[in-house]
């Protein structure tokens, strides 16, 4: 009943992220006006901005002039669905679940926006930073000194990679990583192992298709890969933690 619950919710913070990965980067209003097709400006009726189903409905075209919607819109929203769901159904506890599904909706817009703009805005990682600590603050204050901890580890990892590689890695990436540790805590660090793994996965197959001089010269956005790293993190980060300090602490 919880996962249903939070399936639906997911659906429509993800009709909502779709204003937001639209809106943000170009520094529009995320209210005003309302919602409204992109190629005549008709407003979008209630009863056609049900997430995913509207879209099945229509067709995945606009009422008014018939012009065609992305299906990213759609797809957007039953992945947000999807993580929601699945971050209610592997976690336990309040804070767990209300972190999870936090990091979900600042992932998924930052992953977008930055495939498409190559930047990661301040307003999304400064509402992220807000929101974690006030969740974390609220529901476990007790773990909220080891996130901080995380969230200036992983900022600093960054940090360090982006001066010392200028062209490599942006500041939006170093925010978001610090963002990241502040919902993680400790299982920042696989999710940052496993956003490199990703990143040099895709550069080898850039290289391998393309050659190593023209993979040099290809431009990839790193927030993708480090939001992929965090939404593996949010299910599988913290048991590889234990994992670790099973095998080579204790």
């Known amino acids: 009943m919880e996962a249903t619950f939070a399936g639906v919710l997911g659906a429509v913070f993800g009709s909502f992220l779709n204003v937001v990965t639209f809106r943000l980067p170009r520094r529009e209003s995320l209210v005003k006006p309302r919602s409204h097709c992109t190629s005549c400006g008709a407003h979008v009726r209630p009863y056609d901005n049900v997430p995913i189903l509207s879209w099945l409905l229509l067709r995945g075209r606009c009422r008014d002039c018939g012009a065609q919607i992305s299906p990213r819109y759609p797809l957007v929203e039953a992945a947000t669905a999807l993580l929601c769901a699945a971050a209610v159904l592997i976690h336990s506890g309040a804070a767990a ?20 703009h190559r930047v990661i805005p301040n307003r999304l990682t400064a509402a992220g930073a807000l929101l974690a600590l006030a969740l974390g603050t609220a529901l476990d204050p007790a773990g909220e000194p080891t996130r901080l901890i995380a969230g200036a580890a992983a900022g600093g990892f960054l940090l360090a990679a982006a001066l010392a590689y200028p062209g490599g890695m942006g500041m939006g990436d170093v925010k978001l990583a610090a963002v990241m540790g502040l919902f993680l805590g400790s299982a920042v660090a696989p999710a940052l192992l496993m956003a490199l793994l990703s990143g040099v996965i895709l550069g080898a197959a850039i290289a391998a298709r393309k050659g190593a001089r023209a993979a040099g010269k290809t431009a990839v956005p790193f927030g993708p890969f480090l939001a992929l790293g965090g939404i593996l993190a949010i299910f599988v980060g913290q048991p590889i933690v234990n994992l670790y300090i099973d095998r080579f602490v204790h």
């Open 97 to 116: 679940i209300a972190l999870s599904v936090a990091l979900v909706l600042i992932l998924v817009p930052a992953a977008l926006i930055d495939l498409e």
